[in-house]
């Protein structure tokens, strides 16, 4: 009799046939837990950001927020911790993919939707709409990127356009103004629809951005301890003033992609020279 839920490879590798149901023996195939629990990390960022928009709707918009940054602080560990328990498969990162989509494209626009772009009824929705598909356009790119193996090494330091998370912590910089005082009103709400769209073009736009990658897997000595004293500053600012906090991470982030532009034609013009050199001594 065959199974409702029938054993599947999640490096998507066809299955060998082993007996009538033409499955693989579930003795001999049974999946690792180190391998299930990177995809469960995902689930839960899931789950967060779809009651995200359940709290939206609710009018709650601090624990609509919250379960945002849930969200994205389960989406940038569970690609580490399955680099770290050797875990990694095709099923992961494609679920990885759905879930930013969901977390940072869908739930941010639901919540700046429902706390202040109905206030211009079809020109919010239609921002909304925008910013929801950029993020899917932006991150169906993203995938196809890696499949280009023949990228230069340096590359892998930058994004092309501001990633999902980054863009879905930045489009909230209005709530986050509203939040610290700032009335409601037709100016905030026509403000908010066009901040949306912009931040939804810079997500589908080339411009390099940085990406972070290395971060976090080597730490010098002599900054063990200042690292730890930043991160207790920032889980205090973020207590004691969240709104605060979140509206200055936005602007930092927003005035430093300049930085990550320069960065990157600093290293298109030195790979130009490096080729250049090499093609001299090759003439020579």
Same mark, same amino acid.
């Given at each position: 009799?065959?199974?409702?839920? =029938? =054993? ?7 299955? *060998? *046939? ?7 023996? =579930?003795?001999?195939? $049974? ?23 359940? !709290? ?8 609509? /927020? ?17 680099? !770290? ?10 679920? $990885? ?10 739930? =941010? ?13 079809? !020109? ?22 890696? $499949? ?10 930058? !994004? ?10 930045? /489009? ?16 905030? $709400? ?82 130009? *020279? ?11």
């Amino acid at each position: 009799m065959e199974t409702p839920f =029938p =054993p599947f490879n999640p490096d998507g590798e066809p299955e *060998e *046939e082993n007996g009538t149901d033409g499955y693989a023996s =579930p003795r001999l195939r $049974d999946i690792p837990l180190r391998t299930i629990f990177p995809n469960l990390l995902t689930l839960l960022a899931i789950c967060s950001g779809l009651t995200s928009i359940r !709290f939206a709707v609710e009018e709650q918009i601090s624990l609509a /927020v919250g379960a945002i940054i849930l969200a994205a602080f389960l989406d940038g560990i569970d690609g580490r911790v399955a680099r !770290f328990l050797k875990s990694t498969s095709r099923f992961g990162a494609q679920m $990885d993919s759905l879930a930013d989509f969901v977390n940072f494209g869908v739930a =941010p626009a639901m919540l700046l939707y429902f706390t202040l772009l109905d206030g211009v009824r079809s !020109f919010g929705w239609i921002a909304a709409l925008i910013y929801a598909s950029c993020a899917c356009l932006r991150l169906a790119r993203f995938n196809v990127m890696l $499949d280009m193996p023949d990228r230069p090494k340096w590359q892998n330091n930058f !994004f092309v356009g501001v990633p999902a998370p980054a863009g879905a912590m930045t /489009v909230l910089a209005p709530i986050y103004l509203h939040q610290l005082g700032l009335e409601n009103s037709q100016s905030l $709400d026509t403000f908010a629809a066009i901040y949306a769209v912009l931040i939804g073009l810079l997500m589908v736009s080339s411009l390099p951005t940085f990406s972070g990658k290395d971060m976090g897997k080597r730490v010098p000595r002599e900054y063990v301890l200042p690292l730890l004293i930043v991160v207790v500053a920032f889980a205090g600012m973020m207590l004691s003033w969240p709104w605060e906090t979140l509206s200055g991470l936005a602007f930092l982030y927003l005035a430093g992609m300049p930085f990550g532009y320069r960065a990157w034609q600093a290293h298109v013009s030195a790979e130009i *020279e490096k080729s250049a050199e090499n093609q001299n001594q090759q003439s020579g």
